[in-house]
């Protein structure tokens, strides 16, 4: 697994994602792009997945974009909800901001992240 210091390397797969979902460029199934679904599917908790054809594999594209994209953004948006209620001191609801998260999100660098949030509140008011 490719990893960067705060997680998986998922530029590979949003390069291969924006040429053939965005541009309308063939999938090319090699071995490295079959790789690289396998591997992006675990990260992000796709289980079992079949790569096997042309149309699987495209699935599973999909997929795995859209989990890393609408999880990237519900964190974000969620984050950034947090940190305006803890500026006004309200961690009752920052942390449910995290909770909330946490209740929907399956992509497991997303859940740590939330998880780490509620940690570091763990002892405020």
Do not use: F
Not at 43 to 55: F, M, N, P, Q, R
Not at 102 to 123: D, K
């Amino acid at each position: 697994m490719t990893t960067t210091e705060d997680g998986p390397d998922w530029d590979p797969i949003r390069a291969l994602a924006r040429q053939v979902l965005r541009q309308g460029a063939p999938l090319v199934l090699t071995d490295d792009v079959r790789g690289l679904l396998r591997r992006t599917a675990r990260e992000v908790a796709l289980d079992a997945v079949d790569v096997s054809t042309d149309a699987s594999a495209l699935a599973v594209l999909r997929e795995c974009s859209r989990r890393i994209t609408e999880g990237s953004n519900r964190l974000g948006d969620a984050l950034h909800r947090m940190y305006r209620h803890q500026e006004k001191g309200d961690y009752d609801s920052a942390r449910q901001e995290m909770r909330d998260v946490l209740s929907v999100e399956v992509v497991p660098l997303y859940r740590e992240i939330a998880q780490g949030q509620l940690a570091v509140m763990a002892n405020t008011p």
